[in-house]
Antibody, heavy 118, light 111 residues
Framework: EVQLVESGGGLVQPGGSLRLSCAAS????????MSWVRQAPGKGLEWVAN????????YYVDSMKGRFTISRDNAKNSLYLQMNSLRAEDTAVYYC???????????WGQGTLVTVSS | QSALTQPASVSGSPGQSITISCTGT?????????VSWYQQHPGKAPKLMIY???KRPSGVSNRFSGSKSGNTASLTISGLQAEDEADYYC???????????FGGGTRLTVL
């Protein structure tokens, strides 16, 4: 069974940092693009970033460039999102998703909640 | 404000058909055939329902179908069932600068 499990969310103060992880199983992780998508409380979905199979290409939504870094460790079947200089508006559930061919998102993990507040 | 425009809500009775529109521009929906649709029940992760405009993943009911005309994509659900009540989001590739954009979501209520 294809499974994605996020971890690392929690409460952080404005200006702080957090590193999210996504553990993948049930498929050949190194063969797929992967993405992070977030959803603020009561709001819609927002694509955050994606990364190519070998990590050689990474793309970000403009508002997060320079603050967020996506990475992966194919040996550990894991995807990461390093988030720095966090703001209140970054409060959201962060989902990792497999991104076949860089064309759609399937499946999604259960999400991890990041709350930025003093 | 989301990049793709969806109606905030739609409703229908069991057995009826409904269509959710997703309006973009010539820079996203109009230029690429990589529109996808996601279903999200409250407190759950999104689930892929349609990809590449009209393709249905294995396991998704054939009551769900997708199409596109110009800058507008559509999701049609026929034979509405109570379990279809959820939020639905469209998504499209938007080029090498913006990459991926979602619609604001549509709340489907089954009356």
């Amino acid at each position: 069974e294809v499974q994605l499990v996020e971890s690392g969310g929690g409460l952080v103060q404005p200006g702080g940092s957090l590193r999210l992880s996504c553990a993948a199983s049930g498929f050949t992780f190194s063969s797929y693009w992967m993405s992070w998508v977030r959803q603020a409380p009561g709001k819609g979905l927002e694509w955050v970033a994606n990364i190519k199979q070998d990590g050689s290409e990474k793309y970000y939504v403009d508002s997060m460039k320079g603050r967020f870094t996506i990475s992966r460790d194919n040996a550990k079947n894991s995807l990461y999102l390093q988030m720095n200089s966090l703001r209140a508006e970054d409060t959201a559930v962060y989902y990792c998703a497999r991104h076949p061919g860089g064309s759609w998102f399937d499946p999604w993990g259960q999400g991890t909640l990041v709350t930025v507040s003093s | 404000q989301s990049a793709l425009t969806q109606p905030a809500s739609v409703s229908g009775s069991p057995g009826q058909s409904i269509t959710i529109s997703c309006t973009g521009t010539s820079s996203d929906v109009g230029s690429y055939n990589v529109v996808s649709w996601y279903q999200q029940h409250p407190g759950k992760a999104p689930k892929l329902m349609i990809y590449e405009v009209s393709k249905r993943p294995s396991g998704v009911s054939n009551r769900f179908s997708g199409s596109k005309s110009g800058n507008t994509a559509s999701l049609t659900i026929s034979g509405l069932q109570a379990e279809d009540e959820a939020d639905y989001y469209c998504c499209s590739y938007a080029g090498s600068s913006t990459h991926w954009v979602f619609g604001g979501g549509t709340r489907l209520t089954v009356l």
